[in-house]
């Protein structure tokens, strides 16, 4: 059992930044691929971006390629998303996700949810125009 804690959401004016944490419980953290998922009001939830169980590889969902970043510390058992140049469309709720699957199979809409096995609960963005 994985239990995800997300933490580092809030308000942000268009053009800022946010940095994203997920903490994860236990001893087999780096056995795990990590994703982020975003779903915002009345829209399906959606790929941000996941890494592999090194941290060596990453994928990035199109909407944010070139802004956002994630990394992982597999020491502290926390995966991080750095959110630059904000836009009011990347206003969701922020889902942490790991799975024992490949990375690339979460940045795959036909095999996500097979991809993943622990879901947090999410942090809300909320960016401003």
């Known amino acids: 059992q994985v239990v995800l804690v997300e933490s580092g959401g809030g308000l942000v004016q268009a053009g800022g930044s946010l940095r994203l944490s997920c903490a994860a419980s236990?001893?087999?953290?780096?056995?795990?691929?990590m994703g982020w998922f975003r779903q915002a009001p009345g829209k399906e939830r959606e790929f941000v971006a996941a890494i592999s169980r090194s941290g060596h590889s990453t994928i990035y969902g199109d909407s944010v390629k070139g802004r956002f970043t994630i990394s992982r510390d597999n020491a502290k058992n926390t995966v991080y998303l750095q959110m630059n140049s904000l836009k009011p469309e990347d206003t969701a709720v922020y889902y942490c996700?790991?799975?024992?699957?490949?990375?690339?199979?979460?940045?795959?809409?036909?095999?996500?949810?097979?991809?993943?096995?622990?879901w947090g609960k999410g942090t809300l963005v909320t960016v401003s125009s």
């Open positions: 996700a790991a799975g024992r699957g490949t990375y690339q199979a979460m940045g795959d809409p036909a095999t996500y949810d097979s991809a993943v096995d622990y």
């Open positions: 236990g001893r087999t953290f780096s056995s795990y691929a």
